[in-house]
């Protein structure tokens, strides 16, 4: 299997390139670092290009580097020395740390440290002379100094990757937090859009066709003001909705938020429309958030009746009761009959989605006869999210007609 070779780092280049050319030129002036050798000057030639061709090494192949490194400057010991040879070494046993694997980098500062203790008592052993510690401590400068030196900036170069790596993840979170509070706030509003327009919208619809399709001054006229009085409303909700949206910090219109009290001018509206409606509520003091889903419910469930009910009663039922408020709104089925206006198709999913937001649940389909809409809304401590947003929207209560 071919071993594939990586290319030097240009820095590593002009590194070997200028410790073999200053070796050399040490060399040439006599100056070494012992004052004698076993072997002779030339023979330090040899460890210097070792090393030179070395640091070629000390990027792509560090324990290489630092082995080959290691018995070269071994071999310089025989020779009078060159100071070049063992400066390349300690760069060696540096960058053996530094771009080395994890376990050799945790490895060699120790093994060196070993290594110039063991050289400091072997010949204190040897020589039986304080001088033998300046020996060890030579040792030591060369290869545990660096070796630490090569620690200590590896384990900053960790720190500072995983602190941006930290940073990174953290505004990833904060991003994807950001597009998810986006998203619900979105559907919020969205839900309040649709609920507060889409009744004024279709009770427009319904009654201009009455006003085109029959040639009766009365009934045109009745139509017509009751489009009116949609469209004024509608209007007026939409001012309202644009003024929350763009937060312009206007107080001068109303600021409170439905409660169930308007249900009766919710109704009223809804029987200026040609709902037949009878409201029964019975229920006491209810959260806010609980109070907003239950208006927009039966508000929905009445703008259905308008658009898709048969002709008859519309029966309107609130019940508290075991910890939580009960919701049933029915008007008259006939299976087969189309919508007198047409829909978007996003009241029912709207809500569902106020139900659960509130740990609640709501269901609708026919009974027979009858289309019900049935809901239950938990009245105990709500821990979501949405429940401060829910209770802080601006809305309109009373002279409502149907939103």
Known sequence: MAVRLLRPHRFDVFLAAGGLAGGIALWALGLHTSGSGVLGADWGLIPLAVTAGLELLRRTRPRLALICGTLAVTFDMFTPGNAA??????????TAVLYGPPAAA?????????VSLGVTLGFLVWWREPHAILVGLGCAVV???PAATGALVRNHHEAATAARLRAEQTALLAEMDRAQAVT?????????????????????AIHSTAALSLDDPDTSRASLDVIRENSVAGLTEM????GILRDSGDDTGPTATPTLDGLGALTAGARANGLDVTLDAGHGGVPAPVELAAYRIVQESLTNALKHAAAGPVLVVLRQADDALRIEVSSPYRPGDGPR???????????RERATLLGGTLTAGPHGDRW???????????????????????????GEVLA
């Open 85 to 94: 040879t063992i400066l390349m070494f300690t760069d060696l046993a540096y």
């Open 106 to 114: 945790r490895r060699i500062p120790v093994t060196t440290g070993l």
């Open 143 to 145: 290869s545990f100094a």
């Open 184 to 204: 619900a706030e979105r559907a919020r509003m969205a839900r309040e859009l649709h609920d507060m327009v889409a009744g004024h919208l279709s009770a427009i």
């Open 239 to 242: 001012r309202r909705l644009i």
């Open 341 to 351: 206006v047409p829909g978007s198709g996003a009241g029912l999913p709207g809500m």
């Open 372 to 398: 019900t809409v049935h809901a239950v809304l938990s009245l105990a401590e709500h821990t979501i999210a949405e429940d401060t947003a829910l209770a802080d929207v601006t809305d309109v209560t009373d």
